[in-house]
């Protein structure tokens, strides 16, 4: 079925350390994969994604990878920062031209100051 | 920057009501969805809705939820009779011809 595992589901680093969250996908036809950021009580903002004709993509401090063959991809945040805070969902597009999302369970990232 | 919109930001029920939960997605976007996130637990797929009428729905989605954009730029989801498993945060989302979907703010219902 539809599925999107999601690791650590807790992450506690310190400032200036990276930290790493991990997902596996269960459709091997989904091709869009978005990672989004939410703080306390506000909606999912989204902060990179990645489609599967590629198999990296960075953008300043985030970058995101994607192993087709095994169904993971991964979010990278170099040089963390306490206002990195937050829970973070990886998510897979599925069913076609609906574009539904498929969310993970949620990485709550700590950045110890 | 357009961003799409809820309301209202909070909403509390006496179990068995009905509620009405609006959403005014981006105006140029052409695919809308719903979504609900339990306190604490991931974001849920509910429906989503193209050219008028519902694409696909979940198992979440009974015959108690309905979806309707009933003029060019509103998009509601309606609960007909709420239960206190329905208490929840409701997002709309809404996307372009690309695979961005952009998220409301949400509105946290809470069914007493």
């Known amino acids: 079925g539809e599925n999107v595992e999601q690791h650590p589901s807790t992450l506690s680093v310190q400032e200036g350390d990276s930290a790493v969250i991990k997902c596996t996908y269960s459709?091997?036809?989904?091709?869009?994969f978005p990672w989004y950021k939410q703080e306390l009580g506000k909606r999912p903002q989204l902060i990179i994604d990645i489609r599967s004709n590629v198999g990296e993509k960075k953008d300043q401090r985030i970058a995101v990878t994607l192993n087709k063959t095994a169904k993971h991809f991964s979010l990278h945040i170099t040089e963390t920062q306490p206002e990195d805070s937050a829970v973070y969902f990886c998510a897979a597009h599925y069913g076609g031209a609906t574009n539904k999302l498929i969310f993970g369970t949620g990485t709550l990232l700590a950045v110890q100051p | 920057e357009p961003e799409v919109t809820q309301t209202p930001s909070h909403q509390v029920t006496q179990m068995g009501q009905e509620v009405i939960l609006r959403c005014v997605p981006i105006s140029n976007h052409l695919y809308f969805y719903w979504y609900r996130q339990i306190l604490g637990q991931k974001v849920e797929f509910l429906v989503s809705f193209y050219n008028n009428e519902i694409s696909e729905k979940s198992e979440i989605f009974d015959d108690q939820f309905s979806v309707e954009r009933p003029d060019g730029s509103n998009f509601t989801l309606k609960i007909r009779s709420t239960k206190l498993e329905d208490s929840a945060m409701y997002f709309c989302?809404?996307?372009?011809?690309?695979?961005?979907?952009?998220f409301g703010p949400g509105t946290r219902l809470l069914v007493l």
């Open positions: 459709d091997s036809a989904s091709n869009y």
């Open positions: 989302a809404s996307k372009s011809n690309q695979e961005t979907q952009y």
